[in-house]
């Protein structure tokens, strides 16, 4: 059973906009949130972390936000460039067990040029 | 950033062979972690070390195998590879509550 989920399985932006990735997740215990990017044949490098007890968190272009209710975190990418082409995986983990992190399957973003 | 090596970074064998895929980190991380992951999907936990002779299998079944003699190593092995182990293999270490370090990975190919 698959706790994080990412329904997206590609996003395509044009240079400059806006890019939004989605996830949600189903295990209420989790508190803790990071994104982590990913290049063909690389391992995941890691771009920005929330905690529940924030909705919101900024560094330079990324922001991600947290809709607790929801069960909802998004990753937003202004201005987008064709670097940030890559595949971006969401994960979670709970406090109870902090030695698990859950991982989604990705969204393959496209910046176009 | 990250000081966490894999190798090999691409390993085609065939089927039967035994094989080590190695990792180690240099930060001093006690929590070391093995994920696989194939093209698509999520990236799924195979083994979880808490330190040194400590190991644990994660929630995806491998028919792998681990060890953790030295803080900084943690290699994993398959004792008779098959087709179906073909995919990625990703070696991790972090701070709980804080964030993993990836290595490169290895791809696997078994044919």
């Known amino acids: 059973d698959q706790q994080v989920k990412q329904n997206s399985p590609s996003l395509s932006v044009q240079e400059g906009r806006i890019s939004i990735l989605n996830c949600d997740y189903t295990n209420s215990m989790f508190d803790y949130f990071l994104w982590y990017k990913k290049y063909p044949a690389e391992g995941p490098t890691f771009l920005i972390s929330?905690?529940?007890?924030?909705d919101k968190n900024e560094d330079g272009r990324f922001t991600v936000f947290l809709n607790k209710s929801a069960k909802h975190l998004s990753l937003h990418i202004v201005p987008s460039q064709p670097g940030d082409s890559a595949v971006y995986f969401c994960?979670?983990?709970?406090?109870?067990?902090?030695?698990?992190?859950?991982f989604g399957s990705g969204t393959k973003l496209n910046v176009k040029p | 950033e990250a000081d966490i090596y894999q190798t090999p970074r691409y390993l085609v064998i065939g089927t039967g062979k035994k094989i080590t895929l190695e990792c180690s980190q240099t930060m001093g991380h006690d929590k070391m972690y093995w994920y696989q992951q194939d093209p698509g999907m999520e990236l799924h936990l195979i083994h979880y070390s808490y330190g040194v002779n400590s190991t644990e299998k994660g929630d995806l079944s491998s028919e792998s195998t681990v060890s953790r003699i030295r803080t900084e190593h943690f290699p994993l092995t398959l004792e008779s590879a098959r087709p179906s182990h073909t995919s990625q293999y990703l070696c991790?270490?972090?701070?709980?509550?804080?964030?993993?370090?990836f290595g490169s990975g290895t791809q696997l190919s078994v044919l």
């Open positions: 994960a979670a983990s709970a406090r109870y067990n902090f030695n698990k992190f859950y």
């Open positions: 929330i905690s529940s007890i924030k």
């Open positions: 991790a270490s972090g701070i709980p509550g804080e964030k993993l370090f």
